[in-house]
């Protein structure tokens, strides 16, 4: 099957099956996504961009005082996602405030930085 069949497949899909569709996908770009974030955290690829993102603090700051804010539109975003994808990113920010220093939770912190 080439890139050009799939096309001409998804853009035939009724509107139901191609929102399961675009939901199916959107969980599993999702899942590769984190995958190698984690794999990228985990073997210190991200470090050097966690350190510059962490020295851009203010002076005499520390990581666990860092505040986290979000926009009204983020809070759009994250009400429309799936519940256990919400669960899923619940539990990923309740990690990062625990210990925000962690090498894997760091990564949120590059993502963060690199989205400004």
């Known amino acids: 099957m080439t890139i050009e069949d799939i096309e001409k497949a ?3 899909l009724p509107p139901d099956d191609l929102a399961r569709f675009r939901a199916w996908f959107d969980e599993f ?3 590769r996504f984190d995958r190698k974030v984690e794999q990228d955290a985990a073997s210190g690829r991200l470090d ?3 350190e ?3 020295a851009g603090l203010p002076a005499g700051s520390h990581a666990r005082d ?3 804010l979000a926009s009204t539109a983020f809070w759009e975003a994250y009400r429309n996602l799936p519940e256990h ?3 899923l990113a619940d539990k990923n920010y309740s ?3 625990e210990n925000p220093e962690h090498r894997r939770r760091r990564a949120a912190v590059v993502l ?3 989205a400004c």
């Open 52 to 54: 510059q993102a962490l």
């Open 48 to 50: 050097r961009l966690a």
């Open 10 to 12: 998804v853009s035939q």
């Open 95 to 97: 990690l990062l405030k």
């Open 112 to 114: 963060d930085w690199l």
């Open 85 to 87: 994808i919400r669960a």
């Open 66 to 68: 860092m505040k986290h």
């Open 29 to 31: 770009e999702a899942a």
